[in-house]
């Protein structure tokens, strides 16, 4: 880097197209260097551009009027580049005027909490809160999570701050950075937060069970933090509530993540908890991704309950709580969740679109027009509560199920993870269930310059009607994404990605046999777009 003699000089400083960094709600980029093919764009002062950007954005939210200065909690996950991105959040919000408080190794619900928690000693509540994150995504990547007390920011909001970032960043001089510098040195606190959110997480389970000091005395629980920012749950929340956590694996933050993936929908993590859980004979196994707003767990027969199971099950306990309640849910859910939810236990299935901010905003809509909802939950294994201020909360979702241990024993009910199991007794599984990805290839001369959407979207309506005129197959009658049709006992699912030119198609079927008529019948409506990359559904229908 270049930098000319004068201190007010501007930059000599690399193009960045900051756009490119939003993925909806969140931002993500590469930080580290040494993956072929992925240049860094999140670097220290693209960050200190964001966090700035997040400060004049937060100002103007809560129409501050400079009688006290606002305040931004900063948390990171166990990534090798969290520290120096922290400190570069710490000079944007500092040399924008506002007070910085970090709090070191820490969870996405902690840092949202933050702005809600009423604790002075601790500096709460925050004004505005950043996470540090790139949640499952490789070593190499990060990102930004942000918060008010309103909640997680949505997609237009990180657009404005992403804007705004550009303009800070192209006027950065040489003098601005320094100051920027000299103020982060003496606005920064440093707080313990996590002891106040675990805190709080292990009195909600005590109150579940009627106020017993050790609720879970007898229980033996294995955790799998994947080496993320989870680690904490085994001695902070289950140890004090008299848990065994022997076996617990994978607890020590390292941000190159040698185990295994610390994501609740990867086949090897869930594998990983599953053996710890057998190996141990432990009642219960918890699986977190690496910042803690997703979660699974495993009983002790080595059953998981993640996907289409973790939601038939946290919808058994909230609508035990809430009889009739409405349960939102993204658009790959199966038909026998549908049942299970509707039939078995009296509640309503809502099935919204993909992408956890649109489930729970959706969660949010229909409680503002009259019906009632309780859970907001995608497969993925974010679910929030309206209890717990609509937060996607993994280590809530796994006290929900912990309160549901410990109000059973209390009850006398016997002890182990029978009773979850029993929970989810008569939910119909599909025997077969696949998801191919069919890309759209953006330098194909049938887009003729225009957009992958636009494509995408053609391909759909194109499906949608083919499928009208086949009387073995029918589109569900409400649907929110894509195009969903039910036939041969079971249903696929074709839909637009919502950041990438991908059209996921996911199909589930009592048999092989079933699955490939669905997907033969997608493959003939398809077949004409060539810009379309068919190769993993042609595999399918053959080799199936």
Request: hydrophobic share 40%; proline share 3%; net charge negative.
């Amino acid at each position: 880097m270049s930098v000319a003699p004068t201190t007010s000089a501007v930059l000599s400083i690399d193009k960045v197209d900051f756009l490119k960094l939003q993925n909806g709600s969140d931002i993500r980029g590469v930080a580290v260097a040494g993956v072929e093919g992925e240049p860094v764009n999140l670097t220290e002062q693209v960050a200190e551009a964001i966090a700035a950007a997040f400060a004049g954005w937060l100002v103007e939210k809560k129409k501050a009027d400079g009688s006290r200065r606002l305040r931004v909690s900063i948390g990171h996950d166990s990534r090798i580049s969290a520290q120096r991105l922290q400190d570069a959040i710490s000079r944007g919000i500092a040399g924008a005027g506002l007070d910085v408080v970090q709090y070191g190794l820490a969870s996405t619900p902690a840092m949202f909490n933050s702005t809600l928690t009423e604790d002075h000693a601790f500096l709460c509540p925050v004004d505005g809160s950043i996470m540090i994150t790139a949640s499952h995504l490789p070593y190499n990547r990060n990102g930004f999570k942000f918060f008010t007390n309103a909640g997680g920011l949505g997609k237009a909001d990180i657009k404005d701050i992403l804007e705004r970032a550009a303009v800070i960043y192209n006027n950065f001089t040489v003098e601005g950075l320094t100051n920027s510098k000299e103020k982060a040195s003496a606005s920064i606190r440093r707080v313990d937060y996590m002891t106040i959110y675990t805190s709080d997480l292990v009195n909600a389970v005590r109150k579940a069970a009627g106020n017993i000091e050790k609720p879970l005395e007898g229980f033996h629980i294995v955790v799998d933090a994947g080496n993320g920012a989870g680690g904490f749950f085994a001695a902070k929340v289950l140890e004090p509530l008299g848990a065994v956590t022997t076996g617990s694996q994978f607890l020590e933050p390292d941000g190159l993540f040698p185990n295994h993936i610390p994501n609740p929908e990867d086949k090897t993590a869930m594998k990983a908890i599953t053996q710890a859980v057998l190996d141990n004979k432990a009642d219960l196994g918890i699986i977190f991704d690496t910042d803690v707003d997703r979660s699974a767990a495993v009983d002790s027969t080595g059953r998981e309950f993640n996907r289409n199971r973790l939601i038939a099950l946290m919808s058994a306990i909230v609508l035990e709580e809430h009889p009739g309640t409405t349960i939102v849910t993204d658009s790959v859910t199966s038909d026998g969740l549908t049942t299970f939810i509707e039939k078995k236990l009296g509640g309503k299935h809502h099935r919204f679109k993909r992408g956890y901010k649109n489930v729970i905003d959706e969660a949010i809509r229909l409680n503002s027009i009259g019906e009632e909802s309780h859970l907001a939950v995608e497969t993925s294994g974010h679910g929030a509560l309206k209890e717990n201020n609509w937060l996607d909360d993994g280590a809530y979702l796994m006290v929900k199920i912990l309160n549901k241990l410990a109000s059973a024993r209390a009850s006398g009910m016997g002890g182990g993870s029978k009773v979850l199991t029993d929970l989810v007794q008569g939910l119909q599984e599909a025997a077969f269930a696949v998801e191919l990805r069919l890309k759209i290839n953006q330098n194909h001369p049938d887009l003729k310059g225009g957009s992958f959407r636009n494509y995408g979207e053609a391909v759909l309506e194109h499906l949608e009607n083919s499928i009208e005129s086949d009387p073995k197959l029918q589109k569900a009658s409400v649907n929110y994404e894509g195009v969903r049709v039910s036939g041969f006992g079971g249903w696929f699912l074709l839909r637009l990605s919502l950041h990438d030119p991908v059209l996921p198609l996911n199909i589930e079927a009592p048999s092989n046999e079933d699955a490939v008529k669905l997907g033969l019948a997608v493959l003939a409506a398809v077949n004409d777009f060539s810009a379309l990359d068919k190769s993993s559904l042609d595999k399918f229908v053959q080799v199936s």
